[in-house]
C-alpha cells in the first residue's frame, strides 16, 4: 500500500518537503540573529541617550570617523554659528513626512575649529530651486547640546550624492567634504541639534532616534521553526489520508467484484 510513495508526484513532495525543513530552519536562525543585532543597537543607542552630556571635542576630532558607540552621544560645545556658510540638505523629512530640507550651519569652536551643526528642518521655498526660509541661529557665543552622528554616505543612507545642485544645496553630511569647502579643520560627523531650542518651533529639531523592533524579529525566528516542525507533520498526514484514501478504494473494488459471486 506504501507503493505510492515512489511515484512522480510523491517523490517530487517528498524532496519539496526535505529542501524546506532546513531552510526554514535556517530562516530562523536568520531572524535570531537579525534580534541579537537590533537589541545590542537598541541598548548602544539607549546607553548613548542616557549617558551625561560631555565636550564635543573628547568624542571626535578633525578627521574622526565616529563610531557606532559613539553615535547619539550628547556633547556640547561653545562657539558661535557661521551663517555665511549655511547649507540645506535636500529631500529630508519632518515627523509628518513632509519632504523639506535639513538645515546645516558650521559652528566655529573658540579654538576655531568647525563642528557641523543640523539645526533641524525647514519646509521648501517656491521652487526646488530657490534657497528657502531659514530663521537664524542666536548670535554671539552660545553654548549648543546635541547628539553626535556620524558622516553621512550613500552606502549606509541609500541617498546618491548627486551633482550639479542649486547654490548652498547637498544631498549628504559630510565633515571631510565641508572641511574641503569651508578650508577649515572640521570635527568628524556632525551633531543633530537639541538646545537651544529655536523661536517659533523653526527650524523644527529633529525627533530622538526610536528603537528598532526587535521582538519582531524574535516572532518571526519561532514562527520559521514552526513552520519547519510543521512540514514533516503535514507529510505525515498526506501520506496517511493517502493511504486511508487507497485503502477505501481497494474496499469499494473488493466489494464490486464480489457482488455477482455473492448472486
Not at 555665511?84 to 546645516?104: A, C, F, K, M, W
Not at 539645526?119 to 541661529?137: D, H, L, N
Not at 542666536?138 to 550624492?161: C, F, H, Q, W, Y
Not at 518651533?201 to 519561532?222: H, M, Q, V
Request: charge should be neutral.
Amino acid at each position: 500500500m506504501y507503493r505510492f510513495l515512489l511515484s512522480r508526484q510523491w517523490v517530487i513532495l517528498t524532496l519539496v518537503a526535505l529542501v524546506l525543513i532546513p531552510t526554514m530552519i535556517r530562516l530562523g536562525i536568520w531572524q535570531m540573529h537579525r534580534y541579537e543585532e537590533r537589541s545590542a543597537r537598541n541598548q548602544l543607542v539607549s546607553d548613548a541617550l542616557s549617558a551625561d552630556p560631555v565636550p564635543v571635542e573628547r568624542m571626535t576630532a578633525a578627521g574622526h570617523t565616529v563610531t557606532s558607540k559613539e553615535r547619539y552621544r550628547s556633547v556640547t560645545a561653545t562657539g558661535r554659528f557661521d551663517t555665511d556658510d549655511e547649507l540645506v540638505v535636500r529631500r529630508r523629512t519632518n515627523s509628518d513626512d513632509e519632504v523639506g530640507y535639513h538645515v546645516l550651519t558650521p559652528f566655529v569652536l573658540n579654538d576655531g575649529k568647525v563642528l557641523l551643526v543640523n539645526r533641524g528642518w525647514v519646509p521648501t521655498g517656491a521652487t526646488q530651486t530657490a534657497f528657502p526660509k531659514v530663521p537664524v541661529p542666536p548670535a554671539g557665543e552660545v553654548t549648543v547640546t546635541g547628539r553626535l552622528m556620524p558622516d553621512e554616505t550613500t552606502e549606509a543612507s541609500g541617498i546618491k550624492n548627486l551633482k550639479g545642485l542649486p547654490d548652498r544645496q547637498i544631498m549628504l553630511i559630510n565633515s571631510e567634504h565641508e572641511a574641503q569647502r569651508l578650508g577649515k579643520q572640521v570635527l568628524g560627523g556632525y551633531i543633530a541639534l537639541t538646545t537651544p531650542e529655536p523661536k517659533g518651533d523653526t527650524p523644527e529639531l529633529l525627533g530622538r532616534p526610536g528603537k528598532e523592533n526587535a521582538p519582531l524579529n524574535y516572532a518571526y525566528a519561532f514562527q520559521w521553526w514552526l513552520f519547519a516542525a510543521g512540514v514533516p507533520i503535514g507529510w505525515v498526514v498526506l501520506v496517511r489520508r493517502e493511504l486511508r484514501d487507497r485503502r477505501e478504494a481497494a474496499e469499494k473494488e473488493a466489494a464490486t467484484e464480489a457482488e455477482p459471486a455473492a448472486v
